[in-house]
């Protein structure tokens, strides 16, 4: 399941960077998380990243993008592959 962040964002650039995938971006009001491209850092770490600095817990499992551990790994593999 992708994540996704909610309105209680605060905007305070923390998460950003912190994810592996470039799946978090600027949206209109707040941080907002690509599906397609989020993993919950499965293939990277073993907790997602956005998850462990977010200061105001604002990044639950999105139930719009339900995916288990092993869809998330096959879509880790594919986005690798793609940048090498």
Same mark, same amino acid.
């Given at each position: 399941?992708?994540?996704?962040?909610?309105? $209680?964002?605060?905007?305070?650039?923390?998460?950003?960077?912190?994810?592996?995938?470039?799946?978090?971006?600027?949206?209109?009001?707040?941080?907002?998380?690509? /599906?397609?491209?989020?993993? *919950?850092?499965?293939?990277?770490?073993?907790? /997602?990243?956005?998850? $462990?600095?977010?200061?105001?817990?604002?990044?639950?499992?999105? /139930?719009?993008?339900? $995916?288990?551990? *092993?869809?998330?790994?096959?879509?880790? $593999?594919?986005?690798?592959?793609?940048?090498?």
């Amino acid at each position: 399941m992708a994540l996704m962040i909610t309105d $209680e964002c605060i905007n305070c650039d923390v998460c950003e960077p912190e994810c592996p995938n470039d799946a978090i971006s600027q949206g209109d009001e707040i941080y907002v998380i690509d /599906p397609n491209k989020c993993t *919950e850092c499965v293939g990277h770490y073993d907790t /997602p990243q956005c998850v $462990e600095v977010c200061p105001v817990d604002c990044i639950p499992k999105d /139930p719009a993008h339900a $995916e288990s551990h *092993e869809q998330l790994q096959a879509k880790y $593999e594919k986005l690798t592959a793609a940048k090498g």
